[in-house]
């Protein structure tokens, strides 16, 4: 591997933060589009379902896939 294993779980767990803020708003409606009763003092923009055990997944696989296109970029250009 073309990176100390500190520096690869840095790398790693940096790209995974970044993909997940990309991920978090894909598929969220508030309670309010899906037509849901709203508790008194609740936002309606809240998200009705937000499933982010899933987008945790999904996360995780891009980011993996991610990291591994760069190790092969860096084992490449080396």
């Not at 520096?7 to 803020?21: D, M, P, Q, R």
């Not at 037509?35 to 998200?47: L, R, S």
């Amino acid at each position: 591997m073309p990176f100390s294993l500190p520096l690869a779980a840095a790398i790693y767990l940096t790209i995974w933060w970044i993909v997940l803020f990309a991920v978090l708003p894909l598929g969220v409606r508030s309670s309010e589009e899906a037509e849901e009763e709203i508790p008194e003092g609740a936002d309606p923009g809240a998200p009705a379902s937000p499933d982010l055990l899933k987008k945790a997944g999904i996360t995780t696989v891009v980011s993996a896939v991610l990291f591994g296109l760069l190790v092969l970029f860096a084992k490449l250009t080396a």
